[in-house]
């Protein structure tokens, strides 16, 4: 098995959190991007079946009771670096950030799925892409973004997200695109479009598996990622989506872990909420979540160098967030709608539980009592303004 040789990232700024459009998207339109408001109507949303799915149809690569620790584990920088010590000095090229396993090309990464690997929801669709290129980049690395498809306006577009595609759709065409494109890497996310049908819900690990093997088949020596899908937004209907996505997120972990040490778990699952511009697609803030998490979880198969990667630019360490939700329910459809900026605070006073939190300005006129005339006679009042925050929860 090949593996890829890569220098310790330069440190790297998360960037900024630009403001992304607030309508929501979902089936394809005729461009390809999904029409705005699919996602948030019921009617496209069927009798729940995420039973089905816990239950549901699994397939003969998932070997049951396999457990994901090892998987998440991983195989550790210094074990790598070990074996390469064994079989001599590595010749790995930081200056031009080029690997001599791929003849000293560029490092080939596929972004590959759905509308989320598209980038819809900010107003730019540059999704995750962006950022996370950004960040090798900046480091002297010689990556390239392969697929045959391009969307947003970051310096390497190339991607295979196909908007409103499902598992099914995507393996129809896997065969063609790992020919034509090669990758090296693959980051793969998908299966949020099959949580939208009761048909695809119970279907979809079975799917998944078998979409890794035909992946495994056309590019044998290429190190795949595969995420649990994020999570559900603040709509009205994010009880069933956030049911049938967590059913579907508990099968991933045994399905990787049976295709063999190529394939790698990344929990993407934690981006959820008002991480989330609507239902299903994340904000610019949920993107730059998404940027990390793949990051991390590429630094101990892709790191052989021996030096470790930056932390800085982490967003799950900010305290301070701009967000900008489109589709919400609640409070936050009260007043959380378009981009605000969000605090992590104390839940209640003196908790040690933090929550996302959003301050609301909250105006009352109360009567004050001025003076008293003679026993009585009326008191004299005056109507006084008065202000104060009220902090609505995020989720």
Same mark, same amino acid.
């Not at 690990?205 to 088949?217: N, Q, T, Y």
């Given at each position: ?34 029409? %705005?408001?699919?996602?948030? /109507?019921? =009617?496209?949303?069927?009798?729940? &079946?995420? @039973? !089905? #799915? +816990? *239950?549901?149809? $699994?397939?003969?690569?998932? %070997?049951?009771?396999?457990? /994901?620790? =090892?998987?998440?584990?991983?195989? &550790?920088? @210094? !074990? #790598? +670096? *070990?074996?390469? $010590? ?18 000293? @090309? ?290």
């Amino acid at each position: 098995m090949r593996r890829i040789a890569i220098a310790a990232l330069a440190a790297a700024a998360l960037g900024s959190f630009g403001v992304p459009a607030a309508a929501s998207a979902g089936t394809p339109g005729p461009s390809g991007v999904p029409a %705005a408001g699919a996602w948030g /109507s019921s =009617a496209a949303l069927p009798a729940d &079946s995420s @039973a !089905a #799915l +816990a *239950a549901g149809a $699994s397939s003969a690569a998932v %070997a049951a009771g396999t457990s /994901s620790a =090892a998987l998440a584990a991983g195989t &550790s920088s @210094a !074990a #790598l +670096a *070990a074996d390469l $010590s064994a079989a001599g000095t590595s010749d790995f090229d930081p200056a031009s950030g080029t690997d001599p396993a791929f003849g000293g @090309a560029p490092i080939r990464i596929m972004p590959l799925g759905d509308s989320i690997t598209y980038g819809v929801g900010p107003a730019v669709a540059n999704g995750y892409r962006t950022d996370l290129y950004d960040r090798l980049t900046r480091a002297g690395l010689n990556v390239d973004f392969v697929g045959g498809v391009q969307s947003g306006d970051g310096a390497d577009p190339d991607n295979e997200g196909h908007p409103g595609w499902t598992i099914e759709q995507i393996s129809a065409e896997v065969d063609t695109w790992m020919a034509d494109a090669r990758p090296d890497v693959i980051l793969l996310h998908a299966g949020t479009n099959d949580m939208r049908a009761s048909a695809t819900v119970p279907t979809a690990p079975a799917a998944l598996s078998a979409l890794l093997d035909r992946i495994e088949a056309d590019a044998p020596q290429a190190e795949v990622f595969v995420a649990e899908v994020t999570g559900a937004g603040t709509t009205p209907n994010r009880p069933m989506w956030k049911r049938r996505i967590d059913a579907y997120n508990a099968r991933i972990p045994a399905i990787v872990d049976a295709k063999g040490p190529n394939f790698h778990l990344v929990d993407q699952s934690g981006i959820e909420g008002i991480d989330l511009t609507d239902v299903v697609h994340p904000n610019t803030f949920g993107y730059a979540k998404m940027a990390w998490n793949w990051y991390q979880a590429m630094m101990p198969v892709l790191d052989v160098s021996g030096s470790a990667w930056p932390t800085t630019g982490n967003p799950y360490r900010l305290t301070v967030g701009r967000r900008c939700i489109g589709q919400s329910s609640g409070d936050i459809a009260t007043y959380g709608l378009d981009c605000h900026t969000w605090y992590l605070r104390p839940k209640t006073t003196g908790s040690t539980v933090r929550t996302w939190q959003l301050p609301v300005p909250v105006t009352r006129y109360v009567k004050v009592v001025m003076a008293v005339k003679k026993a009585g006679g009326k008191p004299v009042t005056k109507t006084v303004k008065v202000s104060t925050t009220r902090w609505i929860q995020g989720y």
